[in-house]
């Protein structure tokens, strides 16, 4: 299971930092990778980080604002979300998707586990 949180209300320009805690589970061979879904959009994903944190995916609209990073003795991973802006506005999920290679790096929604999701919503 995971679970997320860190949401909420953030004016533009603001930084909020979401995090995903696992729990029943170990993440040390997980590829993970924040996603989110506007209001009537498809789920896309934003930041994506390999088993090993060396490799990191980020989306062109997010690229240079958000940091993605993992904590494997917390089984945690983080989405840093600084400098936001009102088209952020989104449910946010992490997902979890096993990895046989260390370097590997999964954005498609495809995943082997899923959080609740956390709303993130951002004011001009």
């Known amino acids: 299971q995971l679970v997320e949180s860190g949401g909420g209300l953030a004016q533009a320009g603001d930084s909020l930092r979401l995090s995903c805690a696992a729990s029943g589970i170990g993440l040390t061979n997980y590829a993970m990778g924040w996603f989110r879904q506007p209001p009537g959009k498809e789920r896309e994903c934003v930041a994506a980080i390999s088993r090993s944190g060396e490799n990191t995916y980020y989306a062109p609209s997010v690229k240079g604002r958000f940091t993605i990073s993992r904590e494997s003795a917390k089984d945690t991973v983080y989405l840093q979300m600084d400098s936001l802006e009102p088209q952020d506005t989104a449910v946010y999920f992490c997902?979890?998707?096993?990895?046989?290679?260390?370097?590997?790096?999964?954005?498609?929604?495809?995943?082997?586990?899923w959080g609740q999701g956390t709303q993130v919503t951002v004011s001009s």
């Open positions: 997902a979890a998707k096993y990895a046989f290679y260390e370097g590997s790096i999964y954005t498609s929604t495809v995943a082997d586990y």
